[in-house]
C-alpha cells in the first residue's frame, strides 16, 4: 500500500534525533562533523538525504541507514508521483517482427 504523504527524512532526523536529544543544529553539526548550513538544510526539507549523511546519522545516534534511505527513497517517489500528469508519455509499443 502506498503512503501518500510521507515525511521528508530531514524532518524525521529533527523532531525524533536533534530535539529529542536536546540538541541544537550547530552541536549536532558538530557531532556529525557537517557544516551547519548543511544540516540545516537537510532538516528544512530543503535538500536530500545522502547516503553518507545517512551513515553518519548512523554512527552518531544509532538510527540504520537503510531505514533513513528508505524514508528518502519513499519521499522521492511520493514528490515524482505528485508530477505524473505533468509528464506526458505514450506507453512504447514494439513493431511487429516481419
Do not use: C, W
Not at 500500500?1 to 534525533?17: C, D, K, Q, S
Not at 558538530?30 to 553518507?52: H, M, Q, Y
Not at 544509532?62 to 515524482?80: C, F, H, P
Request: net charge positive.
Amino acid at each position: 500500500m502506498r503512503r501518500l504523504n510521507p515525511v521528508h527524512p530531514g524532518r524525521f532526523l529533527r523532531t525524533e534525533i536533534i530535539e529529542a536529544h536536546g540538541l541544537s543544529v550547530t552541536e549536532a553539526a558538530r557531532i556529525l562533523r557537517v557544516s551547519r548550513p548543511t544540516l540545516s538544510s537537510l532538516l528544512n526539507a530543503k535538500s536530500d538525504l545522502s547516503g553518507e549523511m545517512s551513515l553518519r546519522f548512523e554512527k552518531a545516534f544509532g538510527v540504520e541507514m537503510e531505514t533513513l534511505m528508505r524514508m528518502q527513497n519513499s519521499y522521492d517517489i511520493a514528490q515524482t508521483r505528485s508530477r505524473e500528469k505533468e509528464i506526458r508519455l505514450e506507453r512504447y509499443k514494439p513493431r511487429s517482427a516481419a
